[in-house]
Structure formats: C-alpha cells, structure tokens
C-alpha cells in the first residue's frame, strides 16, 4: 500500500487497535556502536642491548548509544496496514454490508461539513455572548441577531479570521459504496501540523468506528454536535426551543453567503444512516 499523509490522526486509539488485533507496532530501538582502539605500549627494560621493549599496547573500546525513532507516517501506514491485512477493518463496505457499533471501517468519498456543524459555530458564539452579557433567560437566544455589532463581530472571528474553537465536525460522505447515508464524527484537537478544519471538506479516505447506526425509519438528534459544550438537560430543552428557528437561521447564513442546502443535517439525522467516528483522514 501506498505511504499515507493524514490530516487528522487520533493515534492512541490506532495504537490501541493495533494491541487488540495483534498488529506488529514499530517501536523505537536503542543502538548501541562500539569500537576498539590500540593504545600504543611505551619504555625499555633493561640496560644497553639486552633492554627489552615496554608493553606493545592495549585495546581500548569505545561505546555510543543513540535512539532511532520510527517515522509517524511510516508507522501509521504500516499499522493500518496490519489491520486490513488481519481483516480487522471492513475496506469500502459495500451493498447491504452489515455494520457493527464499534466495527472498524476503511472507506472513500467525498467530505462536507453538515449545516449542524456550520451552525454549531454560531451557537457556540451565542453561548459565550449569553455568557459575556450575562443573560439568564433563553428567550434571549432568539433575539440575537446576527445583524448586532457584537454578534457580527463574534462571526467574523470565526468564519472570516478562521478561529479555532474547540468542536466536533459532523460530515457527510458522499460518493459512497454504502446505500445508505454516512457521516463522520471528527473530534477536536487530533488535526496533524498546519491542519484544520480547513482540510475537512473533499475527497478522502476515513478510518473510522462505527459510532452510531440510525435504521430506517428512525432518527438521531444532532444536539452534541449542534450544542456542544452546552449542559446535557440544557441541551434537551433548547432542541425544543431551536428545532423550529434553524431553518430561519439558516437562511440569515444564506444571506451571508455560506450556501448552507436546506435540505441538510440541522436537527437531527434521518435513518438509515451511520455515523463512524473518525481515527485517522488522509
């Protein structure tokens, strides 16, 4: 297999994996270099011409011990690898393959952000606004507008000056071998080097675990993505509160430009559907 360059990489878990399934990890190894060299002898013994020579010298070694560190990608390759190899990951399931919770997948396709995630930034912006101007109503939150000075300003931090905040990303693959629909889970603070959210969007390869199964006919709510770092009953009342509003503040984001489709991911997912949790984008 070809030598991968993820843009996010949660290697912990990999490595976890790797133990599971007996997977070979390449681990640092100390090497030890040692050399001799002859220590020359010196002096006579004697007198005159029965003087005989001093030592003829002796063999001195010399030991240097340094560490040789294995390659991050080579090792994350090789691991993945192993994996497949061992038939621990399920590698572009296709048709009617069935999914496990926790099962690990290989597949390929084309990444957006869902509109959850896009408005989760906004939400985010309202909670720290709600916070800052200590509002203690939650019928505030509907009076925020993003036409206010200081809304406007909040926004422009994250979408104009690319502010990192610390959310999970909710993305849709499509392009799929699966028939049914596929979505990412990517969590915060996992992204490689100069990486972003930025890297999130187009075609990819995923490695993941099957995180949740959404059946036919059923549905999965999108507040932990929508609302995150809201409290957990918090979170169950403002989905009722907000269900009905998204669409409007979708379309105040349509206005500003983000084309976010109407038909995307807001208040919850419709089945059937999987949601894997990413371990490794490249």
Known sequence: MALRHPSFLDLETLLSQAEYHNVDVPVAQDIVETTARKRSGGGKAGIGPLALNGSAGTDVQFQSTYSLAPREKATVSKVIDGLIHEKAVSVNPAGESA???DALVEIEGTARITAASVMSKLFFVFRRLILERDIDDLSELANLDVND???????QRV??????LPLPMLLEITDSPLPHKVYINVRPGYFIDEASADCLEGDMRILGSVYRLVPQDEYRVTDEWLLHGW????RRIMMVQVQDDLREVTQQLNRLGLDVPDDDVHAYISG??????????Y
Do not use: C, G, S, W
């Not at 000075?149 to 926004?155: E, M, P, S």
């Not at 409290?231 to 918090?234: H, K, V």
């Open 99 to 101: 999914l496990t919770k």
């Open 149 to 155: 000075a200081d809304v406007a300003q909040a926004i």
């Open 159 to 164: 979408y104009l000056h690319n502010e990192l």
């Open 231 to 234: 409290e957990f009953m918090m």
């Open 272 to 281: 059937p559907a999987v949601v894997l949790d990413a371990v490794a984008l």
